[in-house]
């Protein structure tokens, strides 16, 4: 597991109840791997953005932040948000249609007791990390962002 650098972060990880804290603790593991083997992408900074763990494309600005957080109105449930302003949700549907439980334009919604289909949920966090590349034009095609 890569360690935390903020203790603000950490000590946020160490609150959530146990099944849920080891799911978001996988979600971030994937999240930083998928910025290692996705091009362009460059290190990752890991803060709290509005009390959620939340992780920036700052070095090279390729993409859109992306939290994470359980969901205290559904618990055993947590999600993976990405800004509301962006595209990112709609690209989701159109390419994995039911693989996923949607909220919204801003979220993807996993049940701790389920598996997480993570082929599928790597593609959309490298999405994600390269989001603004696609506006200058130099995004990695869909199916060629990991390698």
């Not at 919604?109 to 506006?135: G, N, V």
């Amino acid at each position: 597991m890569k360690p935390f650098t903020d203790p603000k972060v950490s000590r946020l990880f160490s609150a959530y109840p146990a099944p849920v804290r080891s799911k978001l603790l996988k979600l971030r593991e994937l999240i930083f791997s998928t910025a290692k083997r996705t091009p362009g992408v460059g290190t990752l900074e890991e803060t709290l953005k509005w009390g959620q763990p939340s992780y920036l494309t700052t070095e090279t600005k390729s993409g859109s932040t992306i939290r994470l957080d359980a969901i205290p109105a559904m618990p055993g449930n947590y999600a993976l948000y990405v800004n509301c302003q962006t595209t990112l949700v709609e690209t989701f549907k159109e390419k994995f249609g039911p693989t996923f439980r949607y909220e919204g334009n801003r979220a993807l919604i996993f049940s701790a007791a389920d598996k997480i289909p993570e082929p599928e949920l790597r593609e959309c966090i490298a999405l994600a990390l390269t989001y603004h590349s696609k506006k200058k034009g130099s995004r990695v095609p869909i199916g060629r962002l990991i390698q």
